[in-house]
């Protein structure tokens, strides 16, 4: 099937889980997919599991950086063209996350950290690839 070939695709925290079977997805139905996390080692064996030719790439960053997101959308777009679809799935793991362990300090991660990439990381990608988008 190709419900999307040719649509181009950034799908942060692509490196596992979730993101890595968005990814998946968005290959099989002939999308041009790039992945997006932290952990570039993460991302290369990512990218080995999808096996997805030249119609996949990846970019190491952190969403919670304001120039690294600009940098590779940026890149993205001059390699393939805009982002028509957006996947903000790049979180944060708590090692305490059950209701009793979770508390406000432990929700902060490192000095704001989860909130930080949470909240601004989504909106950055979002306006940033919205805003490549609609210049070409």
């Not at 969403?63 to 940026?74: C, E, F, M």
């Not at 805009?82 to 362990?101: F, K, Q, T």
């Not at 979770?102 to 601004?120: F, I, V, Y």
Request: with cysteine.
């Amino acid at each position: 099937m190709d419900k999307l070939a040719g649509k181009i695709c950034l799908v942060t925290g692509g490196g596992s889980g979730i993101g890595l079977a968005v990814a998946r997805t968005f290959l099989d139905e002939g999308a041009r997919v790039a992945i997006a996390g932290r952990d570039e080692a993460k991302l290369r064996q990512a990218a080995q599991k999808l096996a997805g030719g030249d119609r996949l790439t990846s970019y190491a960053m952190d969403v919670a950086i304001s120039d690294q997101v600009q940098t590779a959308v940026r890149q993205l777009s001059e390699r393939w063209g805009p982002v028509e679809i957006l996947v903000n799935n790049a979180g944060l793991n708590l090692r305490e996350r059950s209701v009793r362990e979770l508390t406000p300090e432990s929700w902060q991660c490192q000095p704001g950290r989860c909130l930080l990439l949470h909240s601004r990381g989504t909106a950055r990608y979002a306006g940033t690839a919205g805003r490549r988008y609609h210049q070409h």
